[in-house]
């Protein structure tokens, strides 16, 4: 018998539900204030709901957070 974590749901990724545009995505995207920064599978309007796509929007969200970090160098 298999045991299941009900606190466990073994995966998931996002869909296009009727009505969803590239749009959505960008703004899941957006970061907040220059402070708050998204990345995910989710926020990735080409790729989305694939492990490349969740890839490539860290590096995205990684480059945001240091081009809104104002360190003196
Ligand atoms: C069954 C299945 C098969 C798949 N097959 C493929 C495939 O063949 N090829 C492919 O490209 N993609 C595949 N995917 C999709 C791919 O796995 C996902 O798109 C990718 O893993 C998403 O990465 P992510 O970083 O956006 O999210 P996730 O990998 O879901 O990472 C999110 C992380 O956040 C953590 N987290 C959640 N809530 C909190 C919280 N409150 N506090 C702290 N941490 C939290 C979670 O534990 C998780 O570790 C598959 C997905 C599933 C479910």
Redesign the pocket.
Known sequence: MVRLNPYFAF???SFNAVGTTPKSRKDLAEAVQGKLFFA???TEAAYF??????FMSGIRAAKEAILNTHVDK
């Open positions: 995966g998931s990724y995910g599978e989710a709901g694939t492990a490349h796509g969740a």
